[in-house]
């Protein structure tokens, strides 16, 4: 009998392996197929002109220039928004707030703040900044993308300076230092290549969000560097082309699908480096 | 971290010089401030959205969250048909994704070859940052034609003549709520892999070692080990997953159909929340009822997504930035 049992659960092991085994076969498979076809559409439809040329209707040759700039535009703003509020912010949690009950509660705000759904964000910023001047622009997409990422840089702000020892702020207290010479001098110093990471983290999501930016900067076909007014951004034309029924287009939204994969996996590529590094 | 240290008792610069006092009160004083804007975030997010959804509610009352009624010609709105697509299409992400993220997780932690799991991690670490438009055109340009090809018509030619099955798999498109369903398994699958290999990663070794000393299996050691110590933060995990389902808006809105009426068929087009938000608010105007309507949509998302979050923060999910 015992010979029997032990047999059966060295049946069942091999069975779960098998199913183990089979479950990662699957996953790579789809994960493979993802990427193949990102490359297989996007490389043949990659040309220089895609970078020096407007967005343009079908038939007409045109790129995703515009697209490109709007992105780096808002973008750019949403992370010169998001960098100081967030980081300020993390710091807060970390050094000012430790074991109160003010800090918990926005702790568990800016958890649910990172988790909720970014078409929520882009609702809220198109309620208060659209609706009320009656007009897409620019810089209410900024401001979409900075809610978006603030939450990212608060939790690993926070995380981060947490990891630096108590002794060494002790010791920068023991000589005299005051509390905000120690956090700035001291804390951030050292937790400087993490929160720069997070930093990073934040700008990789941010660049390939597209749902926020769908009621906030609405998306340009032609060139506009206004921030007042409409700008178009690499999401959301990639969007509209890939959903037009001209097959040039969606060749087009391919090309530019695959510039913001390889554009975020650099960020995030980089962002793994600065831990590496600092390890 | 809630252990005070000699650092948070330190006196706020006494006895300094003046201008240090006022350094001092102010950078906590900015540091607090942005702690405070933050803490506002959430709570003017839910407000804005209230006041833009109050005119759907105060027309159709709170009969709106399950009224299976949007119809734009006649000005009624109702968010049931695009609350039963969301949770459905979520359920059958879970119902795919989990065992699998599972499965993966087992072999990565227990199978693969040590040098081979780093690697691994950073390619699932990567893959979960793959933005969701990716998701969303492979789903309608790869997997839609080949379901449509290759999988509904043999499913319900299967089940033709089976009572109930043959409603809920009847004949349909490739673009189906079925469809997103897959998508968002295949876009959630690397996020909760990553958080489960973290968890079962966390397990203690002397406990593990002690019961491979019984002369426990592989198997039933990560069974009555490592599972049980980690249960609370994989369920945990797995909300976060569903969280991040229910509200993703781009790879669905590609494949779902976004068809706003209400069937029990799961290859029929249909909508989620999100999906009908970014699908027909470019026809919503300043100030019409529609928009209303679609802001109490997002309302609803939101009132939706907060009970999972909250609840995978209760149960302690690994804190995963991403």
Avoid: C
């Avoid at chain 1, 034309?237 to 994969?261: C, F, H, K, N, R």
């Amino acid at each position: 009998m015992a010979g029997a049992l032990a047999s059966r659960r060295k049946a069942t092991n091999l069975a779960v392996a098998v199913l183990a085994s089979t479950a990662a076969v699957i996953a790579l498979a789809v994960l493979a197929s993802i990427l193949w076809t990102l490359l297989a559409r996007g490389l043949p439809a990659l040309r220089f002109g895609i970078l020096t040329t407007s967005m343009a209707p079908t038939g007409e040759n045109g790129g995703l220039a515009n697209a490109i700039v709007g992105s780096l535009i808002q973008d750019g703003i949403g992370m010169l928004i998001a960098i100081p509020i967030g980081v300020l912010a993390g710091t807060y949690l970390a050094e000012y707030a430790r074991g109160s009950k003010l800090g918990e509660v926005t702790r568990f705000v800016s958890d649910i703040l990172l988790s909720a759904p970014s078409i929520l964000v882009g609702l809220f910023v198109y309620t208060l900044m659209v609706a009320t001047t009656r007009s897409y622009s620019g810089i209410a997409g900024a401001v979409a993308l900075a809610v978006i990422a603030i939450p990212i840089i608060i939790r690993t702000t926070e995380d981060m300076l947490s990891l630096v020892p108590v002794a060494l702020r002790e010791a920068a207290a023991a000589l005299g230092a005051p509390k905000w010479k120690v956090v700035t001098l001291i804390a951030w110093r050292a937790a400087g290549a993490g929160m720069l990471t997070g930093i990073l983290l934040a700008l990789a999501r941010v660049a390939g969000e597209t749902a926020p930016l769908l009621f906030t900067s609405l998306g340009n076909l032609n060139w506009s560097t206004s921030l007042a007014k409409p700008m178009a951004s690499l999401p959301v034309a990639i969007y509209q082309m890939a959903s037009s029924p001209y097959e040039d287009l969606v060749q087009i939204a391919w090309a530019g699908a695959l510039i913001i994969t390889v554009g975020v996996l650099a960020i995030n590529i980089l962002a793994q480096l600065t831990v590496g590094r600092r390890r | 971290m809630t252990d005070i240290t000699a650092i948070d008792l330190l006196p706020a610069a006494s006895g300094r010089p003046r201008r240090s006092l006022g350094a001092e009160r102010l950078f906590g004083g900015s540091v607090t401030a942005m702690g405070m804007i933050v803490l506002g975030l959430l709570s003017a997010i839910i407000v804005m959205l209230a006041i833009g959804a109050w005119p759907t509610f105060r027309s159709f009352g709170l009969a709106f969250f399950w009224n299976p009624v949007w119809d734009s010609v006649a000005d009624k709105y109702g968010a049931g048909v695009m609350v039963y697509g969301t949770l459905l299409s979520s359920a059958i992400a879970l119902l795919i994704a989990v065992p699998l993220a599972v499965g993966v997780a087992y072999f990565l932690t227990e199978l693969a070859p040590q040098a081979f799991r780093r690697p691994v991690g950073i390619v699932i670490q990567l893959l979960a940052a793959i933005p969701s438009i990716i998701y969303g055109m492979w789903g309608f340009f790869v997997l839609a034609p080949l379901l449509a090809a290759h999988f509904i018509l043999d499913v319900a030619d299967l089940f033709a003549h089976v009572p109930v099955l043959n409603k809920v798999f009847d004949y349909g498109s490739g673009n189906s709520v079925f469809t997103a369903g897959l998508v968002l398994a295949a876009m959630i699958l690397p996020l909760i892999t990553a958080m489960f290999v973290e968890i079962l990663a966390a397990t203690p070794v002397v406990l593990k070692e002690s019961v491979y000393g019984l002369g426990a299996t592989r198997f039933e050691v990560v069974r009555h080990v490592a599972v049980p110590y980690g249960r609370r933060a994989m369920i945990g995990a797995v909300m976060l997953g569903l969280g991040r389902a229910l509200g993703e808006t781009m790879a669905v809105t590609f494949v779902i159909g976004n068809a706003t009426r209400l069937s029990p068929n799961l290859f029929a087009q249909g909508a989620t929340i999100a999906s009908t938000i970014a699908n027909e608010f470019s026809e919503a105007g300043f100030g019409s009822m529609k928009l209303a309507a679609l802001l109490g949509l997002g309302l609803t998302l939101f009132i939706i997504s907060f009970i999972v979050l909250a609840a995978s923060r209760a149960l302690v999910a690994p804190r995963v930035v991403s």
